[in-house]
């Protein structure tokens, strides 16, 4: 992996990056600041340029048509695509100020303090206890494990559906459930971040309406990078909105990004309007 | 082309609000002419006329919300969808003006003309002209014409201050005028109001085009 941005693949860099301040958000200390992020797999370039600011304690969805980058970019955030052989990424990924890439860092910490659930409910064949405690044992947690397990269910709002029968296996649960059960695996190891890779897509109308209320409940604790196909999803959960689109070289560029209000109601870029109202994508 | 349906739609509920502007027009020029022609047979037609006003703008306002409901427009699209939504209960209430003009019509039809109706005919020509600019500029999403249109109001209000001046003169001069004046106040007054929801869809206009919304021209009324 190489963290220097490299002089010969810099691309243009795009506009309208910092998102208005219409809710007197301070961008001035973000939680990750990426400056010219480019990614590779192998020799297909699949980032190009992104520079962006995602502000602490609000939800910020990654929107655009298949393949423009958006799982890339997420990804990127914790570096669980350094797990992909033959990548290689450009441009640094700040994180509280912190080169997430630099050398003396741990990427297993990272991702530790930025968790990720993914588009299909994941839960391990355990049970739905030892699904959320996990984690916390693996990272060697000596406190009391039935509170955090408790504790965990409580923030991903599944506790109350599941108290009665905790040793039930993960994997009997409904979809929905599953998925809030991958939530709480995720809660229980103390992250800050939580980054959410089409988190419903696996799910029905109700399930799907349940995440999203858990995920507005959650963002007074954390911080949450999720990425939607859902147009309307992302307009009902998000605060800030970035739109990317793949160059015709094919690598994913950030077009726009700003209020989700803005975005969805008065979007700047025509890009951005052909794709939100669907006229392509 | 996608989303085929929708684009018809959008067209077809900026179409259908154009012909219920027209209608309105048609409503404001007859009851105008009714009312300094005692012409009582046209006042009623304006009258029954105005539940077709009325239909026609809950059967746009029932397509718009089918959009909303069915379609999730985003946008410039959801720009326009709630643009054409307030501008019809806009054309609506200029109906309802119409029919307004049209009763009084009906009260002083049978009474000798109380002063000459060319202030009042200017007022409906410069407020239905404005009216049926503010359409077109919908149309062009032309914002300049919008603000041009807006400032025209201006013009309605010095005539319906020079109006209501004539008729309080009438008034103080013969108590016997006083019924009659006060009718002719209700007539300039609705014509004054059509100005001012032109002023309306002119902000509508800026807010379609802008994506912000502006209180334009406040009138002193």
Redesign the interface.
């Known amino acids: 992996m190489e963290a220097e941005p490299d002089a010969n693949t810099k691309m243009p860099t795009s506009e309208n990056l910092e998102p208005e301040p219409a809710d007197a958000m301070d961008f001035s200390d973000p939680l990750f600041a990426l400056e010219n992020v480019s990614f590779w797999y192998g020799s297909k370039q699949a980032l190009g340029d992104i520079t962006i600011k995602l502000p602490v304690n609000r939800v910020t969805a990654l929107i655009g048509p298949s393949g423009c980058g958006k799982t890339t970019l997420l990804r990127c955030l914790n570096r669980m695509n350094e797990l992909i052989p033959g990548v290689r990424l450009t441009g640094q990924v700040a994180y509280h100020g912190q080169d997430i890439y630099a050398s003396d860092i741990d990427p297993v910490e990272v991702r530790r303090r930025i968790g990720m659930v993914f588009q299909k409910p994941n839960p391990f064949p355990k049970s739905i206890y030892d699904n959320v405690a996990f984690g916390a044992r693996v990272n060697g947690y000596d406190g009391n494990m039935d509170e955090l397990v408790e504790r965990s269910l409580k923030q991903a709002a599944l506790f109350d559906e599941v108290k009665d029968d905790l040793k039930k296996s993960g994997l009997a649960l409904s979809g929905g459930q599953q998925q809030r059960l991958c939530i709480a695996r995720t809660l229980a190891v103390g992250p800050d971040v939580i980054l959410m890779d089409e988190p419903c897509s696996a799910l029905d109308p109700i399930a799907t309406l349940k995440i999203e209320d858990l995920i507005r409940e959650l963002v007074s604790d954390f911080t949450i990078i999720i990425v939607t196909h859902n147009m309307q999803q992302a307009a009902r959960v998000s605060d800030f909105t970035a739109f990317m689109l793949a160059g015709e070289d094919g690598a994913g560029r950030l077009v726009e990004y700003g209020p989700t209000q803005t975005v969805f109601t008065n979007p700047a870029e025509k890009r951005t309007e052909d794709y939100i109202t669907g006229r392509f994508g | 082309m996608?989303?085929t349906y929708?684009e018809r739609q959008l067209e077809k509920i900026q179409e259908d609000m154009v012909a219920l502007a027209l209608q309105v027009e048609t409503a404001m020029e007859r009851s105008v002419t009714a009312l300094s022609e005692r012409d009582t047979e046209l006042a009623n037609q304006v009258i029954d006329d105005d539940v077709k006003i009325n239909d026609e703008r809950y059967k746009i306002e029932e397509t718009c919300l089918e959009l909303i409901a069915t379609q999730?427009?985003?946008?410039?699209?959801?720009?326009t969808i709630a643009s054409v939504l307030h501008i019809v209960v806009d054309l609506e209430r200029m109906g309802d003006h119409a029919e307004g003009i049209a009763r009084v019509a009906l009260m002083m039809a049978d009474e000798p003309p109380l002063m000459s109706y060319a202030g009042i005919r200017e007022m409906a020509e410069i407020t239905k002209d404005m009216m049926l600019a503010s359409l077109e500029a919908f149309k062009d999403r032309d914002t300049a014409r919008a603000r041009e249109i807006s400032d025209q109001d201006d013009e309605v209000d010095a005539l319906y201050e020079k109006i209501l001046g004539e008729l309080l003169v009438l008034m103080t001069e013969d108590s016997t005028k006083i019924e009659p004046a006060t009718h002719l106040t209700w007539v300039a007054h609705n014509l004054e109001r059509i100005a001012d929801r032109v002023t309306n869809i002119c902000e509508r206009i800026v807010y379609l085009v802008?994506?912000?919304i502006h209180e334009m021209n406040v009138s002193k009324y």
């Open positions: 996608t989303r929708f999730q427009p985003l946008a410039s699209d959801l720009r802008d994506g912000k």
